[in-house]
């Protein structure tokens, strides 16, 4: 099924997977992160350092061996009287989702923002693409052709085909957009073919897939 300027189901299934690339992973991440406020562990990690800001600081620090037995580093931005805090008491208090200590959650963390611009850039760069793919989509395909049958119209396959044969015919596959006694319009991806069928026989009828063998006569 097609729209009015070849939307296939194969480019709307592109557009899907697109969006679903763009969108899962944030939203997965989100997700981790609302159950390590929730439902995570709550720990008292090591400081390792504190670097203060005017308005925040960067803290790093290790989680408790018990639920992060590699001790790696991890780092959390808070707010300055957090991070001062930390500095003094060389701990900070922090929420762990039980077997994945990479997701957690500070207190006094600093939300960042930039999953989330990163994301709604890409949503907005593709709803441009698709606005420009369909406002375009039709300015874009080539010039029509017109050829004349030299064999009667067949059954086609999926897709288009605009062949040259060793006789000097082509081979035309695509979608009849236009049927009538004396002609048909075959739709293919990028441009339309007017075939003239002359004394030859076309059983199809709009919206099927056809073939047929003719000389391109302009």
Same mark, same amino acid.
């Given at each position: ?10 480019? !709307?299934?592109? *557009?899907? !997977? ?14 981790? =992160?609302?159950? $390590? ?6 720990? $008292? ?17 290790? =989680? ?11 780092? *959390?931005?808070?707010?300055?009287? %957090?991070? !001062?805090? $930390? ?81 000097? %015919? ?22 339309? *073919? ?9 059983? =199809? ?6 073939? *047929? ?6």
């Amino acid at each position: 099924m097609r729209g009015r300027r070849g939307w296939g189901w194969q480019r !709307i299934v592109l *557009v899907v !997977i697109a969006l679903l690339v763009v969108n899962v992973p944030f939203l997965l991440h989100e997700w981790q =992160l609302h159950r $390590a406020r929730t439902e995570g562990i709550h720990v $008292a990690a090591t400081v390792a350092s504190v670097n203060l800001s005017t308005d925040d600081a960067v803290v790093t620090f290790r =989680l408790p061996k018990p639920l992060d037995p590699a001790q790696d580093l991890h780092t *959390v931005k808070v707010d300055r009287a %957090t991070g !001062i805090t $930390a500095a003094q008491t060389k701990e900070l208090d922090v929420q762990v989702l039980r077997g994945h200590p990479s997701v957690f959650h500070a207190d006094g963390q600093v939300r960042s923002w930039g999953g989330l611009i990163i994301t709604v850039v890409a949503d907005l760069l593709i709803a441009i693409l698709l606005l420009l793919s369909w406002r375009l989509g039709g300015r874009l395909r080539r010039p029509p052709l017109e050829a004349v049958a030299v064999t009667d119209v067949e059954n086609g396959e999926e897709g288009s085909l605009l062949d040259k044969q060793d006789d000097g %015919t082509y081979l035309i596959n695509g979608e009849v957009a236009e049927a009538g006694d004396a002609s048909l319009v075959l739709r293919l991806r990028d441009r339309d *073919v007017t075939v003239h069928l002359r004394e030859h026989h076309n059983p =199809l009828s709009v919206g099927d897939r056809a073939q *047929v063998r003719a000389l391109l006569v302009g």
